[in-house]
């Protein structure tokens, strides 16, 4: 049972456009939403996150939005830049249940 | 800088014989996580430690055992390493006391490989 889903395995976006990679989930019970970034041979680096009391959760290039009704959440990186591209994953989590479920990951490749 | 640390970051093993990966976290966290990552698939939750509070996943098999001497180090222990337990192992910490903030912090990993 896979409770949260990133339904793209990759998307490829020319530098300098918008890069909009999504995420559904299915627990209603979750109400922590994270974006990792991951490099080759790297651990997941965090990247931004959102609490289920907001819908928009902005730092520098990148925004999260969460539509709790959809069980939607997505993130915009504007402008995509060459080192950008990484496989990103969508983690969401129940504030003190500790286990954090992840997507599968998005290969993101920004073309120059 | 605070960080998640992980030594080795490859590790070759043989079938069959003991492997211990180390994790260790200046952040003074009070969660640490193991993780085991196949290729192109989602990290795998095997336990965590909330303090001394071991909590195994239900499906994480025997052959994985961890232990956490103190609140930096936590190791995890592969005891009879077989060619299915080759993969990405990541550990990770967190801070129960930031309710609002459940961000999971993690090391850079250890491949390892089992021959």
């Known amino acids: 049972d896979q409770q949260v889903k990133q339904n793209s395995p990759s998307l490829s976006v020319q530098e300098g456009r918008i890069s909009i990679l999504n995420c559904d989930y299915t627990?209603?019970?979750?109400?922590?939403f994270l974006w990792y970034k991951k490099y080759p041979a790297e651990g997941p680096t965090f990247l931004i996150s959102?609490?289920?009391?907001?819908d928009k959760n902005e730092d520098g290039r990148f925004t999260v939005f969460l539509n709790k009704s959809a069980k939607h959440l997505s993130l915009h990186i504007v402008p995509s830049q060459p080192g950008d591209s990484a496989v990103y994953f969508c983690?969401?989590?129940?504030?003190?249940?500790?286990?954090?479920?992840f997507g599968q990951g998005t290969r993101l490749t920004i073309n120059p | 800088d605070a960080m998640v640390i992980q030594n080795p970051r490859y590790q070759v093993t043989q079938f069959g014989k003991p492997v211990t990966l180390s994790c260790s976290q200046t952040?003074?966290?009070?969660?640490m996580y193991w993780y085991q990552q196949k290729s192109s698939q989602a990290p795998k939750l095997l336990f965590h430690?909330?303090?001394?509070?071991?909590?195994n996943e239900a499906d994480t098999p025997d052959n994985f055992q961890s232990r956490r001497p103190n609140t930096s180090f936590c190791f995890l222990d592969i005891r009879s390493p077989g060619l299915g337990d080759a993969a990405m192992y990541l550990c990770?910490?967190?801070?129960?006391?930031?309710?609002?903030?459940?961000?999971?912090?993690f090391g850079p990993g250890t491949r390892l490989l089992v021959l």
């Open positions: 990770a910490t967190s801070s129960k006391s930031e309710k609002l903030q459940e961000t999971q912090y």
């Open positions: 627990n209603s019970m979750f109400d922590y």
């Open positions: 959102i609490s289920s009391i907001k």
């Open positions: 983690a969401a989590i129940v504030i003190g249940a500790q286990k954090l479920v």
């Open positions: 952040l003074n966290h009070n969660v």
């Open positions: 430690y909330y303090d001394k509070d071991f909590n």
